[in-house]
Nanobody, 125 residues
């Protein structure tokens, strides 16, 4: 399994932007589909979006569609989550996930085998 480390979280005002990064260890990163999930206090972990191995296909939750963009750089073993027009309801811990077997659009957390430690995003109103 790859080891995943997220960075880029922080505090931002509503309407602002943040870019999260997730860097993977190992030489097999390009074989993984990658995804982002988030979890707010007292809520279940929620699928944000995913990207296929090449970066040519992406999928997003309806709640972030048009505001968030996922991309990847296989040469740098990194996947990104660009978040624009942030809203207070986007406040959550954001987790990077990877899988060799799952579909990139799978919203079920149990389908994803590798997880980062999470990075906190807080959006103030």
């Amino acid at each position: 399994q790859v080891q995943l480390v997220e960075s880029g979280g922080g505090l931002v005002q509503a309407g602002g932007s943040l870019r999260l990064s997730c860097t993977a260890s190992g030489r097999t990163f390009s074989r993984y589909v990658m995804g982002w999930f988030r979890q707010a206090p007292g809520k279940e972990r929620e699928f944000v979006g995913g990207i296929n191995w090449s970066g040519g296909s992406t999928a997003y939750a309806d709640s972030v569609k048009g505001r968030f963009t996922i991309s990847r750089d296989n040469a740098e073993n990194t996947v990104f989550l660009q978040m624009n027009n942030l809203k207070p309801e986007d406040t959550a811990a954001y987790y990077c996930a990877g899988s060799l077997l799952s579909s990139y659009y799978s919203s079920r957390a149990n389908d994803w085998g590798a997880w980062g430690q999470g990075t906190q995003v807080t959006v103030s109103s």
